[in-house]
């Protein structure tokens, strides 16, 4: 306890919000540094959306600027919102329709080749279940794994710490709550595997 009273969760700890955060620990997030971070990946957002829409060539270097790592060919259709940007990984070729959100307070990765279709979320975040923690703003988070060639229809959202595997099909709507196998169609709420990809999924 703090001489007010609150509960020191970090007593002992003399990293900051932040390396708690990048280690995928507990940690406060209405943090100074945090804060900034965040402020600045709205505003390379908000830049890379107005140049778009103008269409200045130069709307590339925001998203650049804006995207850890933005692999060669990717397509993102602005409205994009991310927590951070630079906890993103996005491969070659990767297509991304309009109002993604991707709150990288952990990693995600997306692979080459996917298609993801609009309105979908990826949502690293997690909250305590117990209420004091959680009124006390704490929260952590759980990296997300998208694999190569992936396509997640309009509207999925994916949880935290949930993996995809290479190939699969996430039907519009699903909500995923646990990691899918590669090479399978997965829908509903929560999503789960309703069969194979085979030859007869070939045109």
């Known amino acids: 306890m703090t001489d007010d009273g609150t509960t020191d969760y970090f007593a002992g700890d003399p990293r900051t919000n932040r390396e708690r955060m990048l280690a995928g620990d507990l940690y406060i997030a209405d943090d100074p540094e945090i804060e900034r971070r965040s402020a600045r990946a709205a505003r390379l957002a908000d830049l890379y959306q107005r140049q778009t829409l103008a269409g200045d060539t130069a709307a590339r270097g925001w998203l650049e600027d804006l995207i850890g790592d933005l692999g060669e060919g990717v397509v993102i259709r602005p409205p994009l919102r991310v927590d951070y940007g630079d906890h ?17 307070v952990a990693a995600i990765t997306i692979g080459a080749d ?3 279709g609009p309105n ?5 975040p997690t909250h305590p279940i117990d209420p004091m923690m959680r009124r006390d703003k704490l929260e952590a988070a759980e990296s997300i794994t998208i694999g190569d060639n992936v396509w997640l229809g309009g509207g999925v959202i994916v ?13 519009a709507g699903s909500v995923v709550t646990k990691d899918i196998p590669a090479g399978v169609v997965a829908v ?6 309703v069969r194979a990809i085979g030859d007869e999924d070939a045109v």
């Open 88 to 104: 993103i990984s996005i491969g070659a070729r990767t297509f991304v329709n309009f109002n993604l959100t991707a709150l990288d």
């Open 159 to 171: 949880c935290p710490g949930v993996t995809i595997g290479e190939n699969s099909v996430i039907g």
């Open 114 to 116: 996917c298609q993801i």
């Open 120 to 124: 979908v979320q990826l949502l690293t």
């Open 188 to 193: 509903g709420s929560p999503a789960r595997v």
